[in-house]
C-alpha cells in the first residue's frame, strides 16, 4: 500500500474505533505495512481520536523508527504487530482494541468458539483465547504466535481482541464482525441460549469462502479446550 493511502485509513480506522467505543483514552493500536516493506504504526500515549497523519509513525521490521515527528514513539504493542507479519507473509495491516462485548468473552476467559451465526462460521471461525500476556512485553507476541498460522482474529486473555488482514479494512471489518457476533451471542444468552448451526451446514458455510473470494486463513471446525477458571465474583 502507498504511504499516504495507508495513513487516510489507518485514521479513519482510530477515528472510527473511537467512536465505537472500542478504545478509550490511549487503548488500542493499528499499523499497516507499505509497498517497500516499512510500515505505519499508530503511536503511543495518544487518543486514537486525536490520530492525523502527521502524528504516525513509519518503523522497519527492526522496530527502528525511520520518520516520526518530534517527541512520538511507536506503539508499545507494536512487537505484537511484528508477529504478525514475521508469521503470516499475507497479513498487511493488524488492529489491537477492546471492544466491550468481545472483551467481556476475553475477560470471562471464554473463547468464542460457537457457531451460531452465518456470517461468522464462514469468515471468521473459531476465535481463540491467547494465554495471558504482560502488555508491552514480549510474552504478548510468544502468547499469540501459536495461534497465527490458522487464525486471522483471537482475544487476548483479561485484554481485548486482535485481527489482522490483507489491507487495513479487512483488517478492521474483522474487529467490527467480531464485536457483533459477540453482542448478538450475549443475547442470545440472554434469551435463553445460543443455538449451533448443525455440522453439516457449518461445513457448507466454511466452503462457500472460496466462492466469496475469502482472503486470510481459517481454522475449520473447531472447539477449544473447557477452561476451569473461577470467576472473581463467585
Not at 489491507?167 to 434469551?191: F, G, H, Q
Request: proline share 6%.
Amino acid at each position: 500500500m502507498e504511504i499516504n493511502e495507508a495513513k487516510e485509513q489507518i485514521c479513519d480506522v482510530c477515528h472510527k474505533m473511537w467512536q465505537l467505543g472500542w478504545v478509550a483514552a490511549n487503548d488500542g493500536n493499528v499499523s499497516a505495512k507499505l509497498d517497500d516493506g516499512t510500515f505505519i504504526v499508530t503511536p503511543t500515549g495518544i487518543s486514537k481520536s486525536f490520530i492525523t497523519p502527521e502524528k504516525l509513525i513509519r518503523i522497519n521490521n527492526n522496530l527502528e523508527i525511520l520518520d516520526a515527528a518530534p517527541g512520538f514513539r511507536p506503539s508499545s504493542e507494536i512487537k505484537m504487530h511484528m508477529r504478525c507479519y514475521e508469521k503470516r507473509g499475507d497479513v498487511n495491516s493488524v488492529v489491537h482494541a477492546h471492544p466491550p462485548a468481545a472483551t467481556g468473552f476475553a475477560v470471562a476467559h471464554r473463547p468464542m468458539d460457537m457457531y451460531n451465526m452465518i456470517e461468522d462460521v464462514a469468515v471468521i471461525g473459531a476465535v481463540p483465547l491467547t494465554p495471558y500476556s504482560t502488555p508491552s512485553t514480549a510474552e504478548v507476541p510468544d502468547a499469540i504466535e501459536p495461534y497465527l498460522k490458522d487464525h486471522d482474529v483471537m482475544l487476548l486473555e483479561n485484554h481485548g481482541a486482535l485481527t489482522m488482514g490483507a489491507d487495513i479494512i479487512t483488517a478492521y471489518y474483522r474487529m467490527e464482525s467480531l464485536e457483533l457476533w459477540a453482542k448478538i451471542t450475549i443475547n442470545a444468552i440472554i434469551l435463553g441460549g445460543s443455538c449451533d448451526i448443525s455440522r453439516e451446514n457449518i461445513d457448507k458455510l466454511i466452503n462457500l469462502r472460496g466462492f466469496y473470494k475469502v482472503s486470510g486463513r481459517h481454522p475449520g471446525y473447531r472447539k477449544f479446550p473447557e477452561r476451569h477458571d473461577t470467576p472473581t465474583d463467585k
